[in-house]
C-alpha cells in the first residue's frame, strides 16, 4: 500500500508541444524561403511555357512541310493538317496532326500565314505569346529562327 507524504506533490506532466515563440519563428523562417524560391519558379514557369511553345511550333512545321510534300502546296489554313482540303484530296495523306490543332501554352490559337509577311517565300507561325497580343516584343514563331540564322 502506498502513502502519499503531505509534502510531496504529484509531479505534472509537462505536455509537448510547441510554444507560441516557436511556432513565430518557423512562420518567418518558411516566409524568408517562400520569398526566395517562388519568384524563381515563377521565371522557370515562363521559359517552360515559351520552350514548349517553340516545340509546338516545330512539330506543325513538320506537318505543314508534309502537307506540302504530299499536295504540292501549303495548306491555306492550318485545318487542312486534320482534315482533307475541299479540292484536290486525293493526294492528301493526312491527318497530318493526330491529335488535333493544338493551342499554345496561354490556350490560344496558333497563326498561320501563308504566304507569311516575315517568310515570304514560305509561311508564317506565330504564337502571340504571354501576353496574348500579335506583333508584340513576347511573339514567338518560326520566323525567329531565320532571322538569328541570317545575322
Keep these: ?29 518558411l516566409a524568408t524561403l517562400a520569398a526566395v524560391v517562388i519568384p524563381k519558379f515563377a521565371g522557370r514557369s515562363r521559359q517552360a511555357k515559351e520552350t514548349a511553345a517553340q516545340s509546338q511550333i516545330a512539330n506543325l512545321e513538320i506537318s505543314i512541310d508534309a502537307f506540302e510534300v504530299d499536295m504540292g502546296y501549303y495548306p ?37 500565314e501563308y504566304p507569311g509577311r516575315r517568310l515570304p517565300d514560305s509561311y508564317d507561325l506565330t504564337s502571340a505569346g504571354p501576353d496574348g497580343r500579335l ?12 532571322e538569328t540564322q541570317r545575322r
Excluded at 500500500?1 to 523562417?29: A, D, N, Y
Excluded at 491555306?76 to 475541299?86: A, C, G, I, N
Excluded at 486525293?90 to 490556350?107: A, C, F, S
Aim: aromatic share 8%.
Design 1 to 29: 500500500m502506498k502513502t502519499h507524504c503531505p509534502s510531496q506533490r504529484p509531479r505534472r506532466h509537462r505536455r509537448g508541444g510547441f510554444t507560441l515563440v516557436e511556432m513565430l519563428l518557423v512562420l518567418v523562417i
Design 76 to 112: 491555306r489554313m492550318l485545318d487542312e493538317l486534320v482534315q482533307p482540303p475541299s479540292s484536290n484530296a486525293q493526294d492528301w495523306r493526312g491527318p497530318y496532326l493526330k491529335k488535333g490543332i493544338p493551342l499554345d501554352p496561354w490556350g490560344n490559337a496558333y497563326v498561320y
Design 135 to 146: 506583333n508584340s516584343e513576347d511573339d514567338i514563331g518560326n520566323w525567329l529562327q531565320a
